[in-house]
């Protein structure tokens, strides 16, 4: 997944990875692309000193810019309307966080490569269904999935599912 996203970045994009972790796609996407800024957002202050660690050893100190917050108050402040792109990677509760992305996503549109689990009897088109109404619940639409994919089986009756959604 990390490969494909980093893909799909074009150079001059914005990126906000909202849980970035220690940078697995921010990193990546800053090795790829030398006209992107990344903005690599988490929480815990342990992963954010990791992701330091991890953009000087892969140089990308110009492109990747960590920063330890809240994904939803920094998405509301510092990154509101920025992003091109928005990574969503915390497939758990990242529903919960649609509201950061859509604050994130520049007014002009964007894509939203979210990650979420679904356990059966759950479906792929229920998650989409949900995820759309979330956008619109923010006041924003989505307009298209551009990507629709079962990633991996999590547990029994369980998977790892991605969405990249072209929301406007």
Do not use: W
């Not at 815990?44 to 809240?70: Q, S, T, W």
């Not at 990677?89 to 919960?96: G, M, V």
Request: hydrophobic share 45%.
């Amino acid at each position: 997944e990390h490969e494909r996203v980093a893909s799909q970045v074009q150079g001059g994009e914005t990126v906000a990875d909202l849980f970035a972790g220690v940078g697995p796609f921010a990193v990546l996407i800053g090795k790829r692309q030398p006209e992107v800024k990344v903005y690599a957002v988490d929480l815990n202050p342990d992963a954010v000193n990791l992701l330091e660690v991890n953009v000087r050893a892969n140089k990308v100190e110009n492109r990747v810019f960590p920063l330890c917050a809240d994904a939803r108050e920094v998405a509301a402040t510092k990154l509101k309307y920025s992003a091109d792109r928005v990574i969503m990677n915390l497939p758990e509760t990242a529903i919960d966080f649609v509201d950061a992305a859509c604050n994130a996503v520049k007014p002009g549109g964007g894509v939203v490569h979210f990650y979420a689990f679904i356990r059966q009897p759950d479906s792929i088109e229920n998650l989409q269904k949900r995820f759309a109404e979330v956008v619109t619940k923010n006041g924003r639409k989505v307009e298209a999935f551009l990507y629709v994919r079962s990633i991996r089986e999590t547990a029994p009756f369980e998977s790892q599912v991605v969405l990249d959604a072209k929301i406007v």
